[in-house]
């Protein structure tokens, strides 16, 4: 019984993990000085799209993002400050509506099989039915940036890429976000 409960409760895991899978991407300037970067504020322009924005929470998506980002770069060793920085942070986002078409093969009455017995030996097959469905879903997009203060110019940026749930409490919005936003930053100076 025991062999049961665990091999549901992985399931049943592995599947909340497929759902919740992002896809993390980054990219850098090569030739950029990542080591001497300490300081940061926030850049004045917001990025992204406003719509999306709106759609994600608004202001509370915003202070959230915000948060998030500042206590990963602070786990880092790294401060905010008011004048000068090394380098500016800034984030943006994006939504889109995407569908997923899926055709099945259903077989109504008999499978495919071998038939042996009184009625001879063979292949038979019976009738099947093709079944679509349709799922409509948002796709989301968060990107922060990392800009060079004294040019204006994007340095490293880190995306995430994912499904959007709309069925998510505050707590569970609140924990994902800062999850993607930690994965994102992980990444953050480049290593190599």
Same mark, same amino acid.
């Given at each position: 019984?025991?062999?049961?409960?665990?091999?549901?409760?992985?399931?049943?895991?592995?599947?909340?993990?497929?759902?919740?899978?992002?896809?993390?991407?980054?990219?850098?300037?090569?030739?950029?000085?990542?080591?001497?970067?300490?300081? +940061?504020?926030?850049?004045? $322009?917001?990025? !992204?799209?406003? @719509? #999306?924005?709106?759609?994600?929470?608004?202001?509370?998506?915003? =202070?959230?993002?915000?948060?998030?980002?500042?206590?990963?770069?602070?786990?880092?060793?790294?401060?905010?400050?008011?004048?000068?920085?090394?380098?500016?942070?800034?984030?943006?986002?994006?939504?889109?509506?995407?569908?997923?078409?899926?055709?099945?093969?259903?077989?109504?009455?008999?499978?495919?099989?071998?038939? +042996?017995?009184?009625?001879? $030996?063979?292949? !038979?097959?019976? @009738? #099947?039915?093709?079944?679509?469905?349709?799922?409509?879903?948002? =796709?989301?997009?968060?990107?922060?940036?990392?800009?060079?203060?004294?040019?204006?110019?994007?340095?490293?940026?880190?995306?995430?890429?994912?499904?959007?749930?709309?069925?998510?409490?505050?707590?569970?919005?609140?924990?994902?976000?800062?999850?993607?936003?930690?994965?994102?930053?992980?990444?953050?100076?480049?290593?190599?």
């Amino acid at each position: 019984m025991k062999t049961i409960k665990a091999i549901l409760a992985t399931a049943a895991l592995a599947v909340i993990t497929a759902c919740s899978s992002v896809n993390i991407n980054t990219d850098y300037t090569q030739d950029y000085d990542f080591s001497q970067l300490k300081t +940061y504020s926030w850049h004045s $322009s917001q990025s !992204g799209d406003k @719509a #999306s924005l709106e759609y994600l929470g608004g202001d509370i998506f915003d =202070q959230r993002t915000r948060d998030f980002a500042e206590q990963s770069l602070t786990q880092k060793g790294m401060n905010k400050v008011k004048n000068s920085p090394d380098f500016l942070i800034n984030y943006g986002v994006l939504t889109e509506d995407r569908t997923d078409i899926n055709t099945y093969n259903t077989y109504s009455g008999y499978a495919p099989n071998w038939r +042996y017995g009184y009625y001879g $030996s063979g292949y !038979g097959m019976g @009738a #099947s039915n093709t079944q679509t469905t349709v799922r409509h879903y948002k =796709q989301g997009t968060l990107m922060i940036d990392i800009i060079d203060p004294s040019t204006d110019k994007l340095v490293w940026r880190g995306t995430a890429d994912g499904r959007l749930s709309k069925n998510m409490n505050p707590e569970e919005r609140r924990k994902s976000l800062q999850k993607v936003v930690n994965k994102i930053l992980d990444n953050f100076p480049p290593k190599d």
